[in-house]
T-cell receptor
Framework: DGGITQSPKYLFRKEGQNVTLSCEQNLNHDAMYWYRQDPGQGLRLIYYSQIVNDFQKGDIAEGYSVSREKKESFPLTVTSAQKNPTAFYLC???????????FGSGTRLTVV | KQEVTQIPAALSVPEGENLVLNCSFTDSAIYNLQWFRQDPGKGLTSLLLIQSSQREQTSGRLNASLDKSSGRSTLYIAASQPGDSATYLCAVSSAGTASKLTFGTGTRLQVTL
């Protein structure tokens, strides 16, 4: 079945560490997205990519980095510059002219 | 800047009731509107997608309407069941930035026996 796979499901980061969240899709979607979800807030866009080797900052890109070397993959790195990284991270994909979005099951990141 | 508001924030109803969830958005120049369901600790599941040219979409017991001129959408759930308990999120894709979704904060629904 086609879908989006996020890994790991849970991730713990020590202060000062960079960590990378994985997102893979087999839907043949051109566009991919990373959102952050905090309690009591709506999802906020971190980065998005509409085509391989190109990506744009979303509303809260500071402290994060991404790459899009393959159509199927859009990993997110949470750097030590992100001061409050504890959150639930969701990856999504869509066709370029969006006819609907498909979301992964999320990664919960906790700073220890 | 597009803003999306969902009312109420939480709702508890007995099983079998019909209910309406509300979503409003500030900029009527939207590309589409999508309703999602989120179970605790899980990702989002798409329920209904309404393109800007459409007025409503139906899937089983769910019906979503869109009034673009007034900046409103409603999600109607008929004959609610305990399995409908979840958080329901509304998101709009704005014209000009069609790739980006703006989300509301959701309505947390509990259907009791």
């Amino acid at each position: 079945d086609g879908g989006i796979t996020q890994s790991p499901k849970y991730l713990f980061r020590k202060e000062g560490q960079n960590v990378t969240l994985s997102c893979e899709q087999n839907l043949n979607h051109d566009a991919m997205y990373w959102y952050r979800q905090d309690p009591g807030q709506g999802l906020r866009l971190i980065y998005y990519s509409q085509i391989v080797n190109d990506f744009q900052k979303g509303d809260i890109a500071e402290g994060y980095s991404v790459s899009r070397e393959k159509k199927e993959s859009f990993p997110l790195t949470v750097t030590s510059a992100q001061k409050n990284p504890t959150a639930f991270y969701l990856c999504a994909s869509s066709t370029t002219v969006p006819h609907g979005y498909t979301f992964g099951s999320g990664t919960r990141l906790t700073v220890v | 800047k597009q803003e999306v508001t969902q009312i109420p924030a939480a709702l508890s109803v007995p099983e079998g009731e019909n209910l309406v969830l509300n979503c409003s958005f500030t900029d009527s120049a939207i590309y589409n509107l999508q309703w999602f369901r989120q179970d605790p600790g899980k990702g989002l599941t798409s329920l209904l997608l309404i393109q800007s040219s459409q007025r409503e979409q139906t899937s089983g017991r769910l019906n979503a309407s869109l009034d673009k001129s007034s900046g409103r959408s409603t999600l109607y759930i008929a004959a609610s069941q305990p399995g409908d308990s979840a958080t329901y999120l509304c998101a709009v894709s704005s014209a000009g930035t069609a790739s980006k979704l703006t989300f509301g904060t959701g309505t947390r629904l509990q259907v009791t026996l």
